[in-house]
Every structure is written in structure tokens, then in C-alpha cells.
């Protein structure tokens, strides 16, 4: 994992949960993850902007916060399964309002978008 150069600031819940699902692609996979166990593969294909590697290293460190778990499937082609633990789950109203608040402001932002095109 990342070394990172400022330390996490343990006093400040802020910071501890930016850090725990903060990043670019860390809601979306948790979003993705909410009905059903998905591999890699499948997260990578439903996010198809995000490149691969970014992929598997926000995956690990959902895994070692424990919001998600990885599971192997011992089938005839190995394959390993992503899916939500209990504190992921106590994520999705977060999760949720942040997309309710996104949905809310689309109007706003187009408006931003279009002024700053002219």
C-alpha cells in the first residue's frame, strides 16, 4: 500500500472516513457492491474509466479497513469474489446521500458547465 507523506490525523472523523472510502473510484465500488459479490473483472468492467491497477489497490485497502472481504472460489478455474462486510454496509447512506446530493446539484454544475464554455 501507499506510504503516505502526512500522517492520518486519528482526532479529526473528517479525515478517518476520507481516508476509509474516500478516493475516486472507493464509493463507486462500494455502490457496485451492494447486491451481490462481484470479481475484479466484473468491477473493472463496470467502471471502465478506472484503470485496472487503481482498481485492485483501492479493492485492498477497502480490505484492510474491513469494508469489504475477498473470497476464493475453489471451482475449476480459481477465481476470487468481492463482497460487503457488515461496517461496508454501514457505509451505503453515506454512500446513498452522496449520490442523492450529485443527482440534486446535475443542474447546477450543467449551468457552471455551459458559463464557463462561452
Not at 472510502?21 to 464509493?27: E, I, L, N, R
Not at 451481490?36 to 485492485?56: D, F, G, M, Q, T
Not at 476464493?72 to 454496509?89: D, F, P, V, W
Request: charged share 30%; aromatic share 8%; with cysteine.
Amino acid at each position: 500500500m501507499y506510504n503516505k507523506k502526512i500522517p492520518l490525523d486519528l482526532n479529526c472523523g473528517f479525515r478517518i472516513a476520507l481516508e476509509v472510502f474516500g478516493g475516486k473510484w472507493k464509493p463507486y465500488i462500494i455502490y457496485e457492491l451492494i447486491d451481490k459479490s462481484l470479481r475484479p473483472s466484473e468491477i473493472a468492467r463496470l467502471l471502465p474509466e478506472a484503470n485496472e491497477r487503481v482498481i485492485n489497490q483501492q479493492l485492498k485497502e477497502l480490505m484492510l479497513y474491513g469494508v469489504v472481504e475477498k473470497k476464493i472460489i475453489n471451482t475449476q478455474n480459481k477465481h476470487s469474489e468481492y463482497s460487503l462486510t457488515e461496517l461496508g454496509r454501514s457505509l451505503l447512506p453515506i454512500i446513498d446521500a452522496m449520490r442523492d446530493w450529485g443527482n440534486d446539484f446535475k443542474s447546477t454544475l450543467q449551468q457552471v458547465i455551459d458559463k464557463t464554455a462561452k
